[in-house]
C-alpha cells in the first residue's frame, strides 16, 4: 500500500466514519425500539461500536498489520472475559456481567473488522452498504410477517364467532383448526 498523508486519512474518517455512526445510530435505536425481549442500551453500544471503529480505521490507515493486532484485540477480550469470570459476584450478577461483556466486546470486534475495511479497501463502503440494506430488508420483512400473523390470527378468530356464535371453546377450537388444515390441503 502506498502512504498517504494525514489530511487525506483524516477527510476519508469525515466523510466514512462520521455518515456510518450516523446510520448505525438511526438504525440502533430503530432495532431497540422493535425489540422488547432484549434490553440493550443503544447510547452505550453505539458509544462501544464508535469507539472501535475510530480506533481501528486510524491504527490500519497507518498501514498497521491486521493480523498482529487482531490477534491482540482477541487475546485481550479472552483474557478479560476470563478474569471476569474468576471475579467473585453472586451467581446473578456474574451472569449478567458475563453477558453484557460479551456483547459489548461482539459490537466492538465487529466495529473493528469495519474499521480495518474502510481503512484498507476501497470497496468496503459498497459491502457495508448492502449489509445495511440486507438487515433493513429482513427486519422490514419480520415486522411484515409479524403484522400478517396477528391479521391472520384476528381474521380466524372473527370467522370462528360468525360461524359459531356460541360461547363454546370446544367449538371454536375445533373451527379453528378446521380453518387452518383447509388452506393447507388445498396447497399440499
Known amino acids: 500500500m502506498k502512504k498517504q498523508s494525514g489530511t487525506l ?4 474518517a ?10 448505525v445510530a438511526y438504525l440502533w435505536i430503530l ?3 422493535n425489540i422488547s425481549e432484549i434490553r440493550t442500551d443503544p447510547v452505550g453500544n453505539l458509544i462501544v461500536f464508535s469507539i472501535g471503529l475510530v480506533i481501528s480505521y486510524f491504527l490500519y490507515a497507518f498501514n498497521v498489520r491486521f493480523s498482529v493486532t487482531f490477534l491482540l484485540l482477541a487475546g485481550s477480550v479472552y ?4 478474569w471476569l469470570g474468576s471475579v ?3 451467581e446473578f450478577d456474574a451472569f449478567y456481567y458475563s453477558i453484557a461483556f460479551f456483547i459489548y466486546a461482539a459490537i466492538f470486534v465487529a466495529a473493528w473488522v469495519v474499521g480495518f475495511g474502510f481503512a484498507r479497501f476501497n470497496w468496503f463502503p459498497w459491502v457495508a452498504a448492502l449489509g445495511v440494506f440486507v438487515f433493513a430488508a429482513t427486519t422490514v420483512i419480520n415486522d411484515f410477517f ?3 400473523s396477528h391479521l391472520d390470527a384476528e381474521y380466524l378468530r ?3 364467532t360468525t360461524l359459531l356464535p356460541r360461547d363454546s371453546l370446544v367449538h371454536r377450537f375445533v373451527t379453528l383448526l378446521f380453518l387452518m388444515i383447509v388452506p393447507v390441503m388445498f396447497y399440499s
Do not use: D, H, M
Not at 469525515?14 to 446510520?23: H, R, Y
Not at 483474557?79 to 476470563?82: E, I, M
Open 14 to 23: 469525515v466523510f466514512k466514519l462520521i455518515p456510518t455512526i450516523a446510520i
Open 31 to 33: 432495532y431497540a425500539s
Open 88 to 90: 467473585s459476584f453472586g
Open 158 to 160: 372473527q370467522v370462528t
Open 9 to 12: 486519512i483524516l477527510a476519508n
Open 79 to 82: 483474557s478479560a472475559y476470563r
Open 146 to 148: 409479524t403484522l400478517q
